[in-house]
């Protein structure tokens, strides 16, 4: 994985080259889903299918951070299992 860089509106996310997903890190002082934009530009512009933000908890190991992405997102990925 390599880290992206900020590009304003053409941002990729916080890491590319993960294969069909786009991943942006977020480590703020309060989860704000919304903000965190998991069916965001990144993908578009990575031209990946999968994408997701991956939400830091305060204070926790990042273990324990949580995966958001969209839930039309969520029923193809299990639509994807075999």
Same mark, same amino acid.
């Given at each position: 994985?390599? @880290?992206?860089?900020? =590009?304003? !509106?053409?941002?990729? +996310?916080?890491?590319?080259?993960? +294969?069909?997903?786009?991943?942006? $890190?977020?480590?703020?002082?309060? *989860?704000?889903?919304?903000?965190? !934009?998991? +069916?965001?530009?990144?993908?578009? =512009?990575?031209?990946?299918?999968? =994408?997701? #933000? *991956? *939400?830091? @908890? !305060?204070?926790?190991? @990042? ?8 839930? #039309? ?6 639509? $994807? @299992?075999?």
């Amino acid at each position: 994985m390599d @880290r992206g860089v900020k =590009h304003g !509106r053409f941002d990729k +996310g916080e890491f590319v080259n993960t +294969g069909d997903w786009t991943l942006e $890190c977020k480590a703020t002082k309060a *989860i704000d889903l919304s903000g965190a !934009r998991p +069916g965001g530009g990144g993908a578009k =512009h990575n031209g990946t299918k999968w =994408h997701a #933000a *991956i *939400i830091k @908890r !305060r204070n926790r190991d @990042r273990e324990k951070a949580y995966v958001v992405m969209t839930l #039309a997102q969520f029923k193809d990925l299990l639509a $994807c @299992r075999p």
